[in-house]
């Protein structure tokens, strides 16, 4: 069984590839999962009940979904018209 720190140190790795290549949609993938890992850290830490971690869950997820289509929708109707919006994502 590998130990959790190893895969924290691999999504971590990942993380940082996808800041260096820009590489948006698995950006948003690991941070969904980063959110994931410290809503469950919370959860147990504090001994909340499932059903309020299930909750946190799915409005986390709805979160990201919604996140994901402002980003392709500012992507579609920007990025390719306007190349001074959003510097930082310009490559």
């Known amino acids: 069984m590998v130990e959790k720190s190893y895969v924290y140190i691999f999504f971590f790795f990942f993380f940082l590839l ?3 290549k820009r ?5 948003i993938i690991i941070m969904e999962f980063f959110y994931m890992v410290l809503v469950f850290f919370l959860c147990f830490t ?3 009940n499932f059903d309020f971690m299930m909750l946190i869950m799915i409005f986390s997820a709805g ?3 919604f996140l994901l289509c402002m980003m392709m929708i500012f992507w579609k109707f920007f990025f390719f018209k306007d190349k001074t ?5 310009n490559n």
Do not use: I, N, P, R
């Not at 590489?23 to 950006?27: A, G, M, Q, S, T």
């Not at 919006?85 to 994502?89: G, L």
């Open 18 to 20: 996808s800041v260096m």
């Open 23 to 27: 590489d948006f949609l698995k950006l």
């Open 46 to 48: 504090f001994f909340l």
């Open 63 to 65: 979160e990201g979904v």
């Open 85 to 89: 919006f959003f510097f930082f994502f």
